[in-house]
Each structure stands twice: as structure tokens, then as C-alpha cells.
């Protein structure tokens, strides 16, 4: 990574990038941004000040702590380990819906998944990953999807793998229940069909059918750090996440999922990503932002 913030002096330091009940000074952005690209790839510049600012003001009151100079050194020490983790889980964007880019779901349904349920079918393996998947609704897109075709699918070896870096809206994402608002972009049949109204503290919302949940496993994973995962994958999902992530590490996480990825496999990307380095020349561009992958699977078998 180049560092946005080398290129100033120290006497600059102290420069405030924020304001508010605790500035924010360049010093303290410099260790926050260098911390979580070391624990999670994203890539923080100056430009980012007010939203590191509006996402960890809250998180300094809460521990008592007296500004960012104070909080930077709490989570830069083996002591503040809990609250590094909290600090991610600030930092990291969890934007997503039902059906998002539906043109990746409709390319899953019409091109991918009629080979993949008749390999299911005939007693073959099939996979999925999920990666990034946020609090559920892409994992639960993609059963809905299969279940649209398949409603015994679960019957079969066929399973979704789903993960995200956040244990907090991992919790989320195996709940499975969502507000009213959330399900605007789920088919009116497909709502009736594997939601159910449930009340959750006073409030209502609308939780994810059992069948659903049934074909998804739920996982932390940090696509910076070890994957302890198999494969091949017969489909992979990892949109609009590697954005975040300079161009060194975008290209290592493209040749990471290629040698995940069975024969003949599908990636899915994000709607302003591309698949760059080596990796691209394994790869046939043959939709939007969709992949499909001609090398030979290179890792393990699950």
C-alpha cells in the first residue's frame, strides 16, 4: 500500500482533519487507517477524516475515553483487542439488499443453476460461496433463487457458504429477520412463500423461512487472512468489496478465489469492479461484472 499520509511531515501531525467533541487529527487517522489495512485490506485517505470521525466518535464516548489520541493507543495495544475488533466492525460498510444487481441473480438462474441442480440430481457436489456476505440478504438471495427452481434442493449435496469479517452482523445474517422496508426488492410470491411476520422486542419483522436457512452455513472469515475454506467452488459472490482494497491486494484476492473456483466456475462481481493482475487471464468476461473461470481447480476438495 502506498500510504496517503508518508508524504507529510511530522510537524503536520497534529493538523486536524475532523472536529467535533474529539478532533481528529492526521496523526491519529495515520494509525487508524494504517491498523485497518493491516486487519481487513480497506485502504483509508485523507478523504475519508469526516467518516472515520462520524463512525468511532460514538465508540470513544461509550468506552469513557478522553479523544482519538487516547482511543488510538488502546486499540494499538494487547489490551484493547476487543476494542480493535469493535473498531472494524465501525469501519467496515455492511450496505447490501435483497436481489442487489439483480442481473447477477437472473444470469445465476437462467445460465448457472439449470446444470448445477441436475448435477445435484445425479448424486453430484455443488457449492457456493458468499464471500462478504453482510447481514444475510445475499446468501438468502441466492437460496431463494435455487428454491425457485428447486424447493427439494436441500434433499441434495447442494450448499451455500456464507462469510464476513464481522461477527456483529454475522449475528444478524443467522437471525434472518429483517424490517418490512428490506424486503421491498424480494418477488410478492417468494415474500409469502419463505417469510414469515414475527414480533422481536416489540417490533416487527419479517424472519427468513427454516427451509432457507437450511442450505446456508454461516462463517467468519477475513479475506486478508487465511481462508479455511475448500474447494471447488462451483459459484462465488464477492461484490462490491474488493473496491475498498488498493490495487495489490484486489489483484492477490482475484488469484486467491481463481484457485477456488471449479472448471467452467462463476465469479460475481461488483457493479465498479474488475478482475485485474494475473488472475484476468484465467477468467472470460461473458456478462456484466460477470466471470466465468477457464483455468483447472487448484485447491482442495471439501
Known sequence: MINSFSAHSRQSDDEVMASGEYPLTRRDLSEIAAMIYADAGIALND?????????????IRSLGLSGFREYCQLVASAEGSAARREMLSHLTTNFTRFFRENHHFEHLKAEV????????????????????????????SIALTVLSMMQNVADYDFRILATDIDPKILALARAGAYDE??????NPAMRKQWFREVDINGRRKFQVDDRVKK???????????????????????????????????????????????????????????????????????????????????GGRRA
Request: proline share 4%; aromatic share 12%.
Open 47 to 59: 478523504s475519508k477524516a469526516s467518516l472515520v470521525y462520524s463512525r468511532l466518535s460514538k465508540h
Open 181 to 186: 422496508n428490506s424486503l421491498e426488492t424480494v
Open 113 to 140: 443453476l439449470p446444470g448445477l441442480l441436475n448435477r445435484a440430481k445425479a448424486g453430484g457436489r455443488v457449492r457456493i460461496w458468499s464471500a462478504a456476505c453482510s447481514d444475510g440478504q445475499e446468501p438468502y
Open 215 to 297: 442450505l446456508i452455513t454461516f462463517n467468519e472469515l477475513n479475506l486478508m487472512s487465511q481462508w479455511p475454506v475448500k474447494g471447488p467452488f462451483d459459484v462465488i459472490f464477492c461484490r462490491n468489496v474488493v473496491i475498498y482494497f488498493d490495487e495489490p491486494t484486489q489483484m492477490k484476492i482475484w488469484s486467491r478465489f481463481s484457485g477456488l473456483l471449479a472448471e467452467g466456475g462463476h465469479l460475481y462481481i461488483g457493479h465498479s469492479e474488475r478482475v485485474s493482475g494475473e488472475a484476468k487471464n484465467l477468467f472470460d468476461n461473458t456478462a456484466i461484472t460477470t466471470y466465468k473461470y477457464t483455468g483447472k481447480f
